[in-house]
């Protein structure tokens, strides 16, 4: 019972899928978020969400997934929202300390994208207090960029520069792909040092890495910071040649949108045919499960079954031997009171081998038992059987005990 009990708590457990691999996940909704599929990203982690089996530390995770999807379609009502569900489920969990530090991470980063500088740096001075422990990297990254920032808008220029050259060498490591970032914030700091020099060779190293990662939405955002940059300083010529440049990069972004779309499209579809077939799938497997548990359940039926016949023949054995030995001391007694009365026994027609083994017979041994008593083989007792026959004129061991009682 307890192997078939145990059969079915895997079962159980397979098929409710509890497992969530939580970074393959978060690798997806980045993939998808940076592409600008935050549809897809919401439609997958809410529907992860509804799933009652979570774990708390999954739960948190999921809803600090979802805030990051709606921050980054500047939702950020929603994007808190979700934040402060993840933050309260998070203090039921003992340790995590990364998933509660991340949480505060991207509070910080939802108020400053929504322009609420006083309660981001709030935020940031506790993680700094902290000595930025427990906090992924690439968050670091960006929590010194902000600080920066909040820095420059303060008029604290070189408190700037130096957070954002703390900033850079970790994205580099960690995220290389998204220095663009900091790179805008370091262009507006040097159009406020009027350094347009800087600004361009800046500029000129966003677009390189842009294209390398091949994120065009980086060269957009940096294009759009350096015509607001010579816009300010009244430079016609620079604002003229940059609108065009950011022209041909909306037609090229809105392009790969309707590609975007199509894959979605197409993606989607294929979504629902897996499914259709994992659903398939489960069902023989549900099958294959029931079947394999008849067959263990009859397995374990035929070996119980087994199991009692062997017993019952083990029994049914001792019993013949307690019997036979029962006999032979009956037979033994029965010998001891006869043998000096016995002229068969004694017989001087017979030999003292044959007087012995003739004892043997009427003490109710068998062949094979009077060869091992006598050391000889059981061919041999037969021979002697055969002579003692032939001498006292007999048949067989029945007359053999006719003479006895007789006598």
Known sequence: ???????????????????LNLALLENQISANNKAGKQEISQDQLLKILSNKDLTKFQQS????????????????????????????????????????????????????????????????????????????????????????????????????????QQSLPLLKKNSPCDQPVVMVKQMQ?????????????????????????????YKIYATEELITIYQRVENKEKVLQYKKTLDKLNEIY??????????????????????????????????????????VVSAIIYFKNNKKHHLEKLKFEEELKSIKQELQVYAEAQFSQIKSENNILKSEKLNARQKKLLELVAKGFSNREIAEKLSITEATVKYHLGNIYAI?????????????IDN
Do not use: W
Not at 3 to 8: A, D, G, H, P
Not at 262 to 280: A, C, D, I, P, Y
Not at 392 to 404: P, S, W
């Open 254 to 295: 809105n392009r790969e949108n309707k590609l975007s779309e199509m894959h979605v499209s197409n993606q989607n579809f294929l979504e629902k045919e897996t499914e259709t077939e994992k659903t398939n799938s489960t069902l023989g497997l549900i099958l294959t499960l029931i079947l394999g548990t008849a067959l």
């Open 189 to 217: 700091l040097n159009a406020a040092l009027n350094n347009f020099e800087k600004v361009d060779e800046i500029y000129k190293n966003c677009i390189k890495i842009s294209d390398y990662c091949a994120i065009i939405k």
């Open 392 to 404: 006292l004129d007999i048949k067989n061991r029945k007359e053999i005990f006719g003479k006895i």
């Open 61 to 164: 995770k999921v809803n600090l997934l979802l805030a990051t999807t709606f921050r980054s379609i500047n939702d950020y009502s929603s994007a808190i929202n979700y934040l402060k569900k993840a933050k309260i489920i998070s203090s039921d969990i003992i340790g995590e300390d990364s998933l509660k530090m991340n949480i505060k991470a991207e509070m910080a980063f939802a108020y400053f994208d929504n322009r609420k500088y006083d309660k981001s740096n709030e935020i940031i001075q506790q993680i700094k207090k902290e000595n930025y422990q427990n906090l992924d990297p690439t968050n670091h990254a960006y929590i010194i960029m902000q600080e920066g920032y909040i820095n420059f808008l303060q008029g604290k220029y070189p408190l700037s520069e130096k957070l954002y």
């Open 1 to 19: 019972m307890k192997i078939i009990l145990s059969f079915f708590l895997f079962f159980a457990i397979f098929v409710k899928g509890q497992n």
